[in-house]
């Protein structure tokens, strides 16, 4: 028997609607193999008659029920066959199965065995592996898979966007490829030894003036000051950890 959370039946104690049961050795019990409910088949198309009022047909004997104040359940309790019909999608991690007795049970998705609880049934009913579901993902040009360089999960990041990546998982920044860290440490060096280059030139042309001009030695402080940032930018480029592209989605 699963956990109690299992046998909960999802139209209420009075339902005909069991859960999952595995690991059921009962001598008297058959064994059959069924599908599962697809998510296509889910949920069946609402009729609206006279007046407004939304109806599904039964799966077992076809009755139309009326829903209308049960829009909010994940199955209908059919007045004429007593039997379950699902009308919304099985919970997140559930899957719906109908036994050949009509009785609708709800299991994990991962489940492959489970048994109906009717007593006059009790049949073990082992799951065909169920289809993979197909999301349709929007192509966006230049969307790949990247693997962070400091956590090594895995993101998506625009690969065109010319901007560095930083991982949602731990927050740190990084290169997407050493093509974009490279290119910046190379700009960042050059302007840095052009400032410095300057900074120098100002300061040996005016030396002699600086004692009677003291502005000048901020003028000194800031160019040195200047290219050190841009010469330490630099170095931040070129010590920067790559992540690894894996490939477009």
Do not use: W
């Not at 050059?190 to 120098?200: E, R």
């Amino acid at each position: 028997m699963t956990e109690d959370v299992e046998r909960q039946p999802l139209l209420g104690p009075d339902s005909a609607v069991p859960v999952e049961q595995n690991g059921v050795n009962d001598s008297s019990s058959s064994t059959t193999m069924v599908s599962p409910i697809g998510p296509d088949e889910l949920p069946p198309p609402y009729n609206t008659l006279a007046g407004g009022v939304p109806m599904v047909s039964c799966r077992v004997c076809s009755n139309m029920v009326d829903i209308s104040s049960k829009k909010e359940q994940h199955v209908v309790k059919c007045n004429s066959c007593n039997e379950a019909t699902p009308i919304r999608n099985a919970p997140p991690g559930r899957k719906y199965v109908r036994c050949p007795c009509n009785c609708l049970l709800i299991c994990k998705s991962s489940s492959q065995r489970i048994a109906c609880p009717r007593p006059d049934c009790k049949k073990i009913i082992n799951l065909a592996p169920s289809p993979p579901a197909t999301v349709a993902v929007p192509t966006v040009p230049g969307m790949c898979r990247v693997t962070c360089a400091h956590c090594h999960d895995t993101f998506l990041f625009n690969t065109l966007n010319n901007a560095l990546a930083r991982c949602p998982h731990c927050r740190k920044v990084s290169t997407v490829g050493p093509e974009f860290a490279r290119t910046r440490s190379i700009i960042f060096l050059i302007f840095g030894l052009i400032v410095l280059g300057i900074a120098i030139g100002i300061t040996v042309g005016t030396m002699q003036s600086a004692a009677e001009k003291g502005g000048l030695y901020v003028v000194y402080v800031g160019a040195f000051l200047v290219a050190l940032l841009l010469l330490l930018r630099s170095l931040y480029y070129c010590a920067m950890k790559t992540s690894l592209i894996e490939g477009p989605i």
